[in-house]
């Protein structure tokens, strides 16, 4: 089902609800990828509900005229969940993405369940990853999308065709609204803020994505649910081009979660 939802300020934001079941999976994309980031996360569908959408001013959405801050996405995904009538998701938030995952359960805790945060960072506080950051900054206020489209299109592919269609939809997003999320990116900041998240926390990453390494070490200080996977052989692009580990993983995590719910739930044994 394809679909637009309309947030409080009337900005028509794309998604597609997939998949039936009682848990809902929603899943929060990068600067300019889209929807189509989790295009291989579909066979979850066959377990659980999933939530795609495309952020404001991404993809098939619409940008709205307020300046775009991780808080108003925050703000725009709750209001699709609420529209949807969805009051409790597990969240999968890739890269940048996963800075808006943990904005949403810090601001409405009573939505969230758990949080799959790939390759996450709570600050940007490396010379490698702030250099990315100032790249897309410089590239979107020169107006580079093809450029930048083509880098991140290359670096996600998985086959041919999937690379043409993620560069095709990165240019449906416009340059400022690349470099609005460029500039929020790099000056986010919730490390001090890690400990008011309630719900679990899994960190997954790339065994040879080094740079973003040394953050388990913020969330695992200050956030004392926090569990860290990485996978083997990977680097930063666990979505696309390791989809069946992230799969399982996301899969058994749930069913474990589950199963830990009912037993609270059930009255206990004389």
């Keep these: ?52 959408v495309d952020l404001r001013g991404n993809g098939k959405s619409h940008k709205g005229n307020v300046p775009i801050r991780f808080s108003l996405l925050a703000r725009d995904l709750y209001d699709a969940c609420h529209e949807l009538g969805i009051d409790k998701v597990f969240i999968c938030g890739y890269s940048n993405g996963a800075s808006i995952a943990m904005e949403i359960s810090m601001r409405y805790p009573e939505l969230v369940d758990g949080l799959f945060l790939i390759g996450a960072f709570s600050e940007v506080d490396s010379f490698l990853l702030g250099s990315e950051f100032l790249l897309g900054i410089l590239a979107s206020k020169m107006n580079l999308k093809h450029l930048l489209a083509n880098v991140i299109a290359n670096a ?51 065994q040879r994505d080094y ?35 992230l799969n399982m993983i996301m899969k058994k995590f749930i069913q474990n979660q589950m199963i830990v719910e009912k037993t609270k739930g059930s009255p206990s044994t004389p």
């Design 156 to 206: 996600h592919a998985y086959s041919k065709d999937f690379g043409k269609e993620m560069a095709n939809y990165y240019l449906h997003t416009d340059a400022d609204t690349l470099h609005q999320m460029y500039v929020e990116g790099l000056s986010y900041n919730c490390t001090n803020s890690l400990a008011s998240i309630k719900c679990p926390i899994v960190l997954i990453y790339g």
């Design 1 to 52: 089902m394809m679909r637009h939802i309309l947030t409080r300020d009337n900005v028509r934001i794309f998604y597609r609800l997939i998949g039936k079941g009682p848990i809902t999976i929603l899943f929060i994309h990068p600067p300019g990828m889209g929807h189509i980031t989790f295009k291989q996360q579909l066979p979850l569908s066959e377990d659980f509900q999933l939530l795609y």
């Design 211 to 245: 740079y973003v390494h040394h953050y388990q070490y913020k969330f695992m200080t200050s956030h004392h649910n926090t569990k860290v996977v990485y996978i083997s052989g990977a680097r930063h692009q666990i979505p696309t081009k390791h989809p069946t580990v």
